[in-house]
């Protein structure tokens, strides 16, 4: 994890969940990541409607130049990226994973800028398949941001983390259990080959 907002998210879920696979969403306090929260976007898990933005930080919306409340975050991306990022996603809702997502951002003037995106998974009411919590954020802020709007994203690199050190999740929490280790195997998501992970 390179950029800060990624990390104090992560760092923050992660406490929150305790030894449950996800926290609920009403257990999210804006006011706890208050320093983070203008790099924050919850997506809604309706795999139809692919993921739309519920709601999205001021840096986020600065970021591509307008609000992205109701958007669809799988919008964002073209081609093979999109298929990568569905497979992410999916793993996120279904197996309780954390994606970490490295990103390119380019304007209409071709500026570029390299992003770091997380993705978590949430349960609303009960329910594992019905919102994300995320953050969007670059690693290196440079001067034109949120004057020229990135119009296109383009996918740098995937990592899967699965901090309940099991990858397969579906009815109960599992128990507290060491943290994760790399293995000799890994997976492919889209065109990438993920490899399971700790921090």
Do not use: Q
């Amino acid at each position: 994890m390179k950029a800060a907002a990624t990390k104090d998210l992560f760092g923050y879920w992660n406490r929150l969940r305790g030894a449950r696979a996800a926290p609920e969403r009403s257990d999210v306090d804006p006011a706890a990541i208050r320093g983070t929260l203008a790099d924050v976007f919850i997506l809604e898990v309706d795999r139809l409607a692919t993921f739309p933005f519920r709601l999205s930080g001021s840096r986020i919306c600065a970021l591509t130049g307008h609000e992205m409340r109701g958007e669809r975050f799988l919008d964002l991306w073209r081609g093979p990226d999109r298929e990568t990022v569905r497979g992410a996603l999916d793993s996120v809702s279904d197996d309780a994973a954390v994606a970490v997502v490295g990103a390119r951002g380019l304007t209409e003037l071709d500026r570029r800028v390299d992003l770091e995106i997380a993705l978590l998974p949430l349960r609303h009411r009960g329910r594992t398949h019905a919102r994300l919590l995320g953050s969007m954020a670059p690693v290196e802020t440079p001067y034109w941001l949120g004057v020229s709007p990135v119009t296109r994203f383009e996918l740098t690199s995937l990592r899967m983390i699965w901090p309940s050190g099991r990858r397969r999740f579906r009815d109960a929490d599992p128990e507290p259990s060491p943290p994760p280790t790399i293995r000799d195997a890994g997976r492919r998501i889209g065109r990438f080959f993920v490899f399971d992970g700790g921090r």
